[in-house]
Structures are given as structure tokens and as C-alpha cells.
């Protein structure tokens, strides 16, 4: 954890973008996955732009105020991240395979015993970050880092609303 405040210091609201400086100053890539028309994360877009870092945006649902700020930056000229090809791409890596799906490999490969318990709780329907937390009874770190795990791997999407599914 990096902060320029002594330890003592609660997170207080006002000092997220300070915070959010030097995570931008940290990041090769800033991805935008949600922000609403007055979020923390369009601070550190702002921030990634100054020092000339590529931000990336997710669009979302039109009708999702979540979705307003990721709107606003690819009006104004972010790239649009539709997947973990269009990242690897924004950091210089260029995928071995354009032609295979990024979902394409067998969904339980490699994955972790969670990111299985993930991978078979969405087999049904898409679903919210805290529904899974809720019915797998588990950490929320733990299910978020696994659903990044997943997302970046390309077996899982996110709806943009919190929401995630199996990728087609």
C-alpha cells in the first residue's frame, strides 16, 4: 500500500485523488470498467492522460449511470477495451492467436479451485460480484480476484453493471 499520508491517516474521501496519482503514475494502462459522471476512477484516467499512460474504456448500458464517465472518455477519445486482446494490445503484446476466441480454451483449464466454483455458478445466468460472494460463502477479495483472474484470461465478461458471465 502506497500513500503519501502517515499511517494514522483514515481514508478520508478527499484524499482519494492524491491517492489516485499515483495509482495512474503505478499503471502502464488505465482500464475505466465503470464510472459514473463524478467518479474517483475518471480522476485517474485524468491523471493516466497527463503523464501519457493509455486509458482504455468498457462501455456499459446506456441507461446505467455507472456507465456515464466510461461514455464520456470514449467520446472524448479513449480507446474502447471490448476484451483482454484489446489490453494485451494497449501494453504491446500482440495475441498468439487472433483467429481463437479468447473463451475458446476449456473453461476449468489452469483455473483455481475458486475460479472453478466461479466458472460453474455462472453457467446458469450472469450475476452480480456480491450474489457470488453470497452463494459461494466466500471472501470478496477472494471472488474478485478470482473474476479478474478469469475476466483477463478471457473465459468470463462483464455485463458492465457488476455483473458477470460466462463468455459466449
Not at 56 to 72: E, I, K, Q, W
Request: one cysteine or more.
Amino acid at each position: 500500500v502506497l500513500s503519501e499520508f502517515p499511517l494514522d491517516v483514515p481514508p478520508l474521501p478527499h484524499h482519494f485523488p492524491r491517492r489516485n496519482r499515483i495509482l495512474a503514475a503505478m499503471a502502464a494502462v488505465v482500464v475505466v470498467v465503470e464510472a459514473g459522471e463524478r467518479s474517483g476512477s475518471l480522476i485517474t484516467a485524468d491523471h493516466a492522460l497527463d503523464i501519457g499512460r493509455d486509458v482504455l474504456a468498457v462501455p456499459g448500458r446506456v441507461d446505467s449511470a455507472n456507465s456515464a464517465g466510461t461514455h464520456r472518455l470514449l467520446r472524448e477519445g479513449a480507446a474502447l477495451c471490448a476484451g483482454v486482446v484489446d489490453v494485451l494490445r494497449a501494453l504491446g503484446v500482440e495475441p498468439e492467436d487472433e483467429n481463437e476466441s479468447p473463451g475458446s480454451a476449456c473453461a476449468g483449464e489452469g483455473a483455481t479451485p475458486l475460479e472453478n466454483l466461479v466458472l460453474t455458478a455462472l453457467r446458469g445466468e450472469e450475476q452480480h460480484a456480491d450474489e457470488l460472494v453470497e452463494s459461494l460463502d466466500a471472501d470478496a477479495a477472494e471472488i474478485l480476484t478470482a473474476l479478474s483472474a478469469l475476466d483477463l484470461r478471457g473465459r468470463i465478461e462483464q455485463a458492465g453493471d457488476g455483473r458477470y458471465g460466462l463468455c459466449p
